[in-house]
Each structure stands twice: as structure tokens, then as C-alpha cells.
């Protein structure tokens, strides 16, 4: 990986800026170049929130970024606002929790994420944003789900409880991504996130029951 940029959106409380801190985090852990770049209304919770992380082998110039290589929306406004920015061949994880709408693209790898739903499987609905973590880190190479994990591990040292069912959240949301590589690559998508058309459609299938929660 030479440079690897993510948009997080989402309503403020969702836990996106966590999601952008722990993906920097991980990644600046393990010794790489790094940017987050928050954005937020004047109220948090339950106001507009999104981050940009950037993740690169080389000094990065500028945080700003207008055609990530993903995107994790959070709610149906940021899918609206941010689907058409994100590059050919790129991917979009939709938490179809709350988002009422599959993809629209065809040349993007898409996972729909019951992020609430698998939470309140695992015991804890406000796990919702690890398991979110875990698909985004299954799918982007700014930084393997071990490095996310260390990641996870720091944060909630405290909380032994909480960090329990992070980690499986954070495993099952990457498995629920590992699923659907592998099913684009079945229907002939090529190597990585490189190819073009026919993924949309793959993820557009998907509801997050393949995860083996049970």
C-alpha cells in the first residue's frame, strides 16, 4: 500500500470519529504516515458528523480528500452525499441499519452492515460501530485487523467488559467483509478492489447474516 483514504459519515453518536481515531491510531502504531481530518455540526450527538483518515507510506501534503478509495455510511444522508465520491473500483460500507436504500453504483464493492441487529446479537447494542470497524478493516488496506485490535485493546483497557464484546464485534463485522471478497470474487470481480462492475450488486445482497453470530 502506497496511500489509502476512508470517509466516515454518519449522525453524530454513531461513533464515527471513534471509528476514524482507532483506524489512525492503528495505523500511526504501526508506523505509518497519517491524517484525520474530523467534521462535525455545532451539536454532536445527533447532528452531522464525518471524518476523512489518510494513510499513506509517504508524508502526506494534505488531509483533504475528494475521491476516497471508500466510504462507511452511517445513515442515509451521508450515503446520499458521499456515494458518488468514491473512486471506481473503490468500496462503500452501508450500516443498513439505518440506511433504507442499497448502493446505486455498480463498480464499487458494496457490504451492508446490520451493525445494530449484530450488536444487540452480541449483547451490546453500542458495539454497532465495531462491528462497522471490523468490515471497514476487512476491506481497506490502511491497516490489518491485528493492528485494529491493539488499537481496540488500548482504548478500552479500563473497561474489561466493554472490550470483550468490542473485539467480537470487531471480528464479526471483518468476517461479515471476508464473505463478501470472496463472493465478488466468485462472480469474477478480479484480484483486490481493483476490478470494476458486478460488486455493487454482490454487496447489495448481503445483510450481514452470513456473519456466524450464532
Known amino acids: ?48 458528523a464525518n471524518c476523512t483518515v489518510v494513510v499513506s507510506d509517504d508524508p502526506i501534503a494534505s488531509p483533504i480528500v475528494d475521491h476516497p478509495r471508500g466510504v462507511v455510511a452511517m445513515n442515509r444522508p451521508s450515503l446520499d452525499k458521499f456515494e458518488g465520491s468514491v473512486e471506481a473500483g473503490g468500496f462503500l460500507v452501508i450500516n443498513s441499519s439505518m440506511v433504507d436504500r442499497g448502493a446505486e453504483r455498480t463498480d464499487l464493492l458494496v457490504v451492508n452492515v446490520r451493525s445494530l441487529e449484530m450488536a444487540q446479537e452480541l449483547g451490546n447494542v453500542k458495539a454497532a460501530n465495531m462491528i462497522v470497524l471490523g468490515a471497514l478493516a476487512g476491506l481497506s488496506a490502511l491497516v490489518g485487523l491485528q493492528q485494529i485490535r491493539r488499537a481496540v485493546e488500548h482504548a478500552f483497557e479500563q473497561k474489561p467488559r466493554a472490550l470483550e464484546v468490542n473485539l467480537r464485534a470487531l471480528e464479526a463485522g471483518h468476517a461479515l467483509a471476508q464473505v463478501e471478497i470472496a463472493r465478488a470474487g466468485a462472480k469474477g470481480r478480479g484480484k483486490g478492489l481493483d476490478g470494476s462492475g458486478g460488486a455493487g450488486g454482490a454487496g447489495n445482497d448481503s445483510d450481514g447474516s452470513a456473519c456466524g453470530l450464532h
Open 1 to 48: 500500500m502506497s496511500r489509502e483514504e476512508v470517509v466516515i459519515a454518519g449522525f453524530g453518536g454513531q461513533g464515527v470519529l471513534l471509528i476514524g481515531k482507532l483506524l489512525a491510531q492503528a495505523a500511526l502504531d504501526a508506523g505509518r504516515e497519517v491524517s484525520w481530518l474530523p467534521s462535525y455540526g455545532p451539536e454532536m450527538r445527533g447532528g452531522t
